[in-house]
Nanobody, 116 residues
Framework: QVQLVESGGGLVQPGGSLRLSCAASGTNLIPNNMGWYRQPPGKERELVAAAVDNRHTTYADSVKGRFTISRGTTKNTVDLQMNNLTPEDTAVYYC??????????WGQGIQVTVSS
């Protein structure tokens, strides 16, 4: 069974940085697309960033210039470097992978809290 294992969340002060990591396990298949979504308290889940590869990436307007998504060389991992964090970035962050035939897999979610 394919699983996405996330790590790297936590509590950080405004202006700080965090790096989220996600690795796919339980399969030899390479995801066509990997990315990160987030769900702030009381709000809908939203796309943060996604990558087909490190040249073809998509970012939410709210994170452009602050966050960087990257896929590992084996392409079954994806990291999200988050800089200059603000309280509005507080959310549960979910790793997402799309495999062939539009098969979607989600991580369990990881909390990111930005607070002084």
């Amino acid at each position: 069974q394919v699983q996405l294992v996330e790590s790297g969340g936590g509590l950080v002060q405004p202006g700080g940085s965090l790096r989220l990591s996600c690795a796919a396990s339980g399969t030899n298949l390479i995801p066509n697309n990997m990315g990160w979504y987030r769900q702030p308290p009381g709000k809908e889940r939203e796309l943060v960033a996604a990558a087909v590869d490190n040249r073809h990436t998509t970012y939410a307007d709210s994170v452009k210039g602050r966050f960087t998504i990257s896929r590992g060389t084996t392409k079954n991992t994806v990291d999200l470097q988050m800089n200059n964090l603000t309280p509005e970035d507080t959310a549960v962050y979910y790793c997402h992978a799309r495999f062939a035939y539009s098969r979607d897999v989600w991580g369990q979610g990881i909390q990111v809290t930005v607070s002084s």
